[in-house]
């Protein structure tokens, strides 16, 4: 964890992106003011611009994401947040020494042409005291029951709280990852895939959305897009052969929070392979 973080840091293509995603998001925040209608900003740490966006970000993500199913569950205030993709969204958490940031984003525009406000931002740190863990590898558990937050309301200035509900499930190894080319040809792809209504013939969907290249046949941990778009710079020769370290490496972090990790016997996982 610490070689990857180190050369996260040093990684400039990935801190150039981020920073332009740092922006972005104050651009919006800008126009959320503007219209705050309906809009949520909350944060518990500090100023937005003052944030350090260039940090190791996974996306937790449900076994072969669609469109319309694509990150896994969580509850704010009781409420689910909507758990599609869209472009410029994220459900992206950080791990760090003393616990868990949480950066969910959802934008939206007024009209077509216009430039995206928020729907609701949220960017908070749970302490590990406020958060449960499962670790017998490769399943690894991240759970928060209800989890109070005091910070900002980002729209008004005004102090506020949020509660916080999730079961981020991982269980990915590296027989659960298979290259986009080969999942297309996956019956079992399909099936799940069309069940949940994504239009598997539109080449403008699939491309758009699958930066990743691949596919995964459980949930799991996936790293942030445009962190796998610097794979290179980071010494991975392909971002699948990237995503492949994952599992690991979530396993260092959730045992540098203390929690003892004890290896699950081997069984059978469903794969995403042509049948």
């Known amino acids: 964890m610490e070689e990857l973080s180190q050369k996260v840091a040093g990684c400039e293509e990935y801190s150039s992106a981020m920073d332009a995603v740092r922006d972005q998001d104050l651009e919006r925040l800008g126009l959320t003011k503007e ?29 072969f994401a669609s469109p319309q199913k694509y990150y896994q569950d969580v509850l704010v205030d009781g409420k689910p947040l909507r758990c599609n993709w869209v472009g410029g969204w994220t459900r992206s958490v950080c791990f760090t020494s003393s616990g868990l940031i949480l950066l969910f984003r959802a934008t939206e525009r007024e009209k077509f042409g216009t430039k995206e406000r928020f729907q609701f931002y949220y960017l908070v740190e749970l302490p590990k005291e406020k958060l449960s863990f499962e670790c017998t590898p490769p399943v690894i558990t991240v759970k928060a029951e209800n989890a109070e937050v005091e910070g900002v309301n980002l729209l008004t200035g ?25 999942a297309s040809r996956s019956g079992m792809y399909r099936r799940v895939v069309a069940g949940q209504g994504s239009r598997l013939q539109d080449k403008k969907v699939l491309h758009e959305r699958r930066a990743e290249r691949f596919v995964s046949s459980v949930q799991y941990f996936a790293f942030h897009p445009l962190l796998l778009k610097s794979f290179s710079a980071l010494g991975f020769p392909n971002r699948l052969e990237m995503q492949k370290s994952a599992p690991k490496l979530v396993e260092e972090l959730v045992a540098g929070l203390g929690v003892t990790c004890t290896p699950e016997e081997s069984q059978e996982e469903p794969r995403a392979s042509g049948e």
């Open 35 to 63: 219209k705050p209608e309906g809009a949520v900003a909350f944060t518990s740490l500090g100023s937005l611009d003052s944030f350090d966006y260039c940090r190791v970000w996974l996306e937790p993500l449900r076994a």
């Open 158 to 182: 005004e102090a506020e709280k949020h509660s916080f509900s999730f079961t981020f499930v991982d269980k990915a190894t590296d027989r659960s990852f298979v290259s986009q080319e080969q």
